[in-house]
């Protein structure tokens, strides 16, 4: 989907080389790039952590010992460790990035990967921007994009101010996985959809993405964050624009990220009732959490979109830690014929039609409808038609994301203008909310989050192993 030719990138650097996401997410994403034969250009570690490059390998290889398939490709991870290089020093020191440009050799575009906390970006930028190794470069940068509208505004001023907008990429891996790229193929490549995909047939839309574990050990992390900034302005939001936005005008990034855009400026900014927020019992007793916290660790929220396609349909949109699955899903409700010619059809028995997308785990679409049992009287039941959506030996989100960067196709990656307008939803809630309710680790959250879907029905709880409940 990219809209022109660019030139790949020979190098790729990593700040932070040494920490939890290199060691989670780079470093098997490097080797299974190594595995197809897609990854043939140095890479460049940096870390001030007194490693050298003998160590960064020890670290990458245990990295990948550790994934559910192991080193099960001698060849391709001596291949990725004679690729790799390190830099040790501090980010604020000129001479770490004078070291990095020898490193870098005849290297001319490199890709910055800043797997660093968002308060070291603006000094690593300057580093590059000052050592000269900015100039046809690309970086990408590591969510989250600030904590608020005001935060965001100034983390894109920081990086634009060394880099071009087309040599920016805001990473978000959930934009790399499968199950997402798929509901903008499904949208826009089957045309039975579109005469339905608006406020005439659908009554309204649920996202939920689950979790059964709780923050295992960032307690302080958390603390900073919350539910609203961590999942649901970035993940969930990401997956409302897909499934809002018009047909793109022609084939191509651009397009696509023009009407995500336009979804984000049709949201209409929350208010405090529009949001339930929620705290699992026992957070507090977390190591790095306040006694007192109010920090959510569930949210849900009712969401419009003020477009001509979308007027008046609701857009529940929930997550949380701590809840009976970890599964992620989209329940489209359609809404029921104009006419109820059938006693059986009644809200009680749940909506006559729905599509449903399970995104993880085990992906699948669903199509429910009723049909008739056998007999005289017209009474019937409602059936699921499901299609499973597993691809085997598929792309991994950070092996796509960070492939993407080296060829500089922007399709999966985040604009700056959709970063801001999405912020400019949820910024009028960050501060001025309602206290966050106690909930049972377990349930599906506070009481008063059915409240707030009340008026359109009530929350369909995705089950991993059956239809909605």
Known sequence: ?????????????????????????????????????????????????????ARLRDYARDSIAQTDGGIDDRDALERLLSLMRYVDGDYGDAATFAMLGEQLGDARRPVHYLAIPPALFATVIAGL?????????????????????????????????????????RIDHFLGKEEIMNLLYFRFANSFLEPIWNRDHVASVQITVA?????????????TAGCLRDVIENHLFQ???????????YQGFEAVHSEKFNVFK???????????????????????????????????????????????VPWYLRSGKCLPETVAEVLIELKPPPQRLFDDCAPANGP???LRFRLAPNPMIGL?????RAGEQFVGDQRELSMLNAQPNEEQPYERLLADALAGERA??????????????????????????????????????????????????????????
């Not at 979790?211 to 603390?223: L, P, S």
């Not at 009732?273 to 920090?295: H, K, L, P």
């Open 211 to 223: 979790e059964q574990f709780g923050v295992q050990g960032r307690g302080a992390f958390y603390e």
């Open 129 to 169: 921007g000052t050592a000269g190794l900015a100039g046809d470069a690309r970086v990408v940068v590591e969510k989250p994009f600030g904590r608020d509208l005001a935060s965001a505004r100034e983390l894109n001023r920081v990086v634009r101010s060394v880099f071009a907008e087309d040599a920016i990429f």
């Open 239 to 249: 997956i409302v624009a897909l499934l809002a936005m018009e047909p793109p005008a």
């Open 412 to 469: 999966l990656f985040t604009s700056e203008a959709s970063v801001e307008a999405a912020w400019a939803v949820v910024d009028p809630v960050l501060d001025h909310h309602h206290d966050a309710h106690h909930y049972q680790p377990g349930s599906w959250g506070p009481t008063q989050a059915d409240d707030l879907i009340a008026a359109h029905g009530r929350w369909y709880n995705p089950a991993v192993n059956s239809t909605p409940q």
């Open 1 to 53: 989907m990219g809209d022109r030719d660019v030139a790949a990138s020979d190098a790729l650097v990593f700040f932070g080389a040494s920490g939890d996401l290199a060691h989670k997410q780079i470093f098997p994403a490097l080797y299974r790039m190594a595995k197809r034969g897609a990854l043939t250009v140095p890479v460049v570690g940096v870390a001030y952590s007194q490693w050298d490059v």
């Open 368 to 372: 429910a409808a009723r049909v008739k």
């Open 266 to 312: 049709a949201m209409r900014p929350l208010g405090p009732d529009d949001v339930v927020r929620g705290q699992f019992i026992g957070y507090r007793d977390e190591a790095g959490v306040a006694g007192d916290s109010d920090v959510e660790t569930f949210c849900a929220l009712r969401l419009f979109i003020d477009s001509w396609r979308w007027a008046g």
């Open 352 to 354: 006559a039609n729905y």
